[in-house]
């Protein structure tokens, strides 16, 4: 299957440091480039990882070289502007390598293994870069708060609205919240999750003490079999973070700030809450449900392109092949056993776009199938979303604290011309 092939072609990757070799014209070894842009050595990497800088491997070594052109180019500019639509902020940190190649890393650990390896609580506790802890428990008062809040909404409130209530509301519970202490934020995070997850409302039975278990219970009806709950975990491994996203730049500039941890996860609930970026996994859903319900795969990925429409769960703007996360969370899904029928959609829907030489998978992809095989309610894939990247947007807004209100973005103002009173 198109799916288990794609598992195959999943290999780990090493970070070498390439020894300095002499560049070609047009190209800058790594100490000239950094030399000549002023930057530390992993803020080069950081630019090579967003696109700003091409590199390519030296011929018959393991060093690589740099283009001069864009090399000079930002130096030029003197500030750190993509060529793409807008403008692009890079930023030193040493929390996630996304390798544009196809590669993830958490603090040098490849992504892809620490979904089958680690609990997302250990993986939590390496980005946060504290020692991992087994208590992670919402307070009574929390929960009394989190349910009293929710008990305003409206019965038909999705899933990612109940979390954002929730994120709002129990930042009040905690005279301590404003320690910025990376134990004490981690504390506070631990805290934060469990009460996001345990005030959800329960529609399943109970699949243990993890996490991912408690989380289960809260999106599918469906048995919390061993291997479900697994896949639950990966998921949330691999959604924990994924380097400058919309949502965690939002975080750090809150986090520059000195917002509390409870204002950080509201600021990237925000920002992660519009159908481009947490929501994503919805429109795949219907996409997969219209398949598996007898329609075409080629007649509804038509009619898509027909009118001008992206295919829901395909491309990234980073990655320039496939997307590691879709490759290990559909294999993780596939050992769930989810029914044939979603299963054989979700191929004739990889099947069709490969087939005509369309864009990768994304994991919002891998999302929308774990979802539909295991009869998620609505909105189920936002909730894993966001919960899941509350680890990565505490580790950002950790590594942002010390950086006193650093950003001062400022606007190239195309109004109309001011008027002389």
Sequence with gaps: MLIESM????????IPRPPRTPAADGWLTASEAIARLGVKEQTLYAYVSRGLVRRERVTGTRASRYSRADVERLAAKGRRIADGPGPEIVIDSAITLL???GHLYYRGWDVTRAAVEASYEDVAAWLWNVEPEDHWTASAEALAVARGVQAALPAHASLGDRVRVVAAAVGSCDPLRADRRPPSVAARAR???ATLV???PSIGADGGSSVAARLWSRVSPMTPTPARVKALNAAMVLLADHELAASTLAVRVAASTWADPY??????LAAAGGPLHAGASEKVRALVREVAGGSSAEAVIGMLLQDGQPIPGFGHSVYQGVDPRATV???AVHKGRPPTALWRAANQVLEVVARHDGPHPNV????GVLAEANDMVAGAGEAIFVIARCAGWIAHGLEEYPHRLRYRIRAAYTGAPPTTV
Excluded: K, N, Q, W
């Excluded at 598992?7 to 090493?14: E, G, P, Q």
């Excluded at 919002?364 to 999302?367: S, T």
């Design 364 to 367: 919002d992809f891998a999302l």
């Design 191 to 193: 805290g934060l999750i």
């Design 99 to 101: 390798e544009p190649a």
């Design 329 to 331: 969370l559909l294999e």
């Design 198 to 200: 345990d005030a959800l």
């Design 7 to 14: 598992y195959c072609r999943t290999m780990t990757h090493s």
């Design 263 to 268: 204002l950080l996860v509201g600021a990237g």
